[in-house]
């Protein structure tokens, strides 16, 4: 390939005649997807063309995964996807007030997920619902969501996984603090120890409150999985315009380890998570895992992605697929024949049918819901908002009736 050199800043003391101290955009974006095709800084298992990797480093971490776990990771992601689709569908229908696609990030999210243990828990932001699904949350829970009808209401201590967080960056705060404490009351040190990831995106890097959590982290050697889903795109920002190095670099300068993972990968994203969440649980923690992926559909159902990005770039990561490279292996291997994946597909499509059925169906919570839960205890002050919205919204009710 003959892409521009990679650029790096010039060494102290070289001096500012020796070298450009500015990178042209081509040399800052040759550096930020120098890895992107393998090589020794992209820890990858199965290539897309579904052809087994050897890793001495990482192959022990899936040593159990066989042709039946490899499938069950498929059929995970295969019902994911499709429940995504249905969702996508279902917005443009008018059902959905918006939808936020995972589609192509099944692998980074599904790998992950899987790698997760009982005992550790998980902050979210929004685009993780492969993660949800991992996690146990019914998929249908996710759609009370998007139909604007409530804020999620999972019991999030039962499954391990937080709340959604829409604000950029701030879950990794909330991740950072929750560590701490499992640090702080000896949940870490052991094969049984506890461990806590946060998924954010390319684009939070730029925020201050994931700069924070870094600080924080690594000063308190908290059990966190920083996993950062590389998707290239902060809605039309693309990565070159955030970092001048690839993202997974930035961990050295915190004092902690960082990898990047084939992010299209399930294999490899299960392997280095379990890695991660291993050191973190016996104590060697932080660390940051930048999955290297791609967004194959637009940031949102209110994004139109024609408007900032070219289409060549789409059809070249199609090929990257993650489910089709697993497809393949399972093929190839005398895993899975036809009418195996067949029975997934109809399976995925029965997932998604439920689904609508549930969403077309929801009921609508009553108003006076949005008071409930927001303190512990009893409020006078909401118990007063709550009766006049009551009584605001009666006066309504009489209107119509005219
Ligand atoms: C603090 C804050 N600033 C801005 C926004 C608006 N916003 C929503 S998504 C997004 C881009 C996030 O990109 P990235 O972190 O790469 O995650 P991705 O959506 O690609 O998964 C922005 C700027 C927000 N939600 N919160
Ligand atoms: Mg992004």
Known sequence: MSSPEQWTHPEPGEGPAARA?????????????????????????????????ASPQFDRYVADIDGEALRGLYRDMVLVRRADREANAMQR?????????????????????????????????????????????????????FRC?????????????HPYTIVIGNQVLNATGYAMGQKFEGKVGDEDGEATIVY?????????????GFVW?????????????????????????????????????????GIRVDGNDVLACLAVTRWALD???????????????????????????????????????????????????????GHADQPYFDRIQAEADQFAADLREFTFNMPEPPPERVFANVYAEPSAALDAQREEYLAYLSGFATAGER
């Open 149 to 161: 009808t409530d804020h999620g209401n999972w019991d999030f201590k039962a499954h391990g996984f």
């Open 279 to 333: 050191e973190c649980r016996h104590g060697n923690g932080p660390v940051l895992i930048e999955a290297f992926t791609y967004r194959m559909d637009a940031h949102t159902t209110t994004d139109d992605p024609t408007r900032y990005r070219l289409s060549d770039e789409l059809e070249a990561w199609k090929l990257k697929d993650p489910i089709e490279r697993v497809r393949a292996y399972l093929a190839r291997n």
């Open 93 to 145: 229908q008018g059902q959905l007030g918006i939808w936020v696609p995972l589609l192509g990030q099944e692998a980074a999210q599904i790998g992950s997920g899987r790698a997760l243990r009982k005992q550790d828990m998980a902050f979210p932001s929004y685009r993780e619902h492969g993660v949800a699904y991992a996690r146990g949350i019914d998929f249908r829970e996710l759609m009370g969501i």
């Open 21 to 53: 101290a500015q990178p042209s955009p081509e040399q800052v974006i040759a550096g930020l997807r120098a890895t992107t095709e393998g090589g020794a800084e992209l820890t990858q298992l199965l290539t897309p063309e579904g052809e087994r990797v």
């Open 200 to 212: 954010f995106g390319d684009g939070a890097t730029s925020q201050g409150d994931v700069h924070e």
């Open 217 to 257: 982290s690594a000063v308190y050697d908290a059990p966190l999985v920083f996993f950062c889903q590389n998707n290239q795109w902060a809605i039309s920002e693309p990565t070159e315009r955030q970092s001048r190095l690839p993202l997974y670099q930035r961990a050295r300068g915190y004092g902690f380890p």
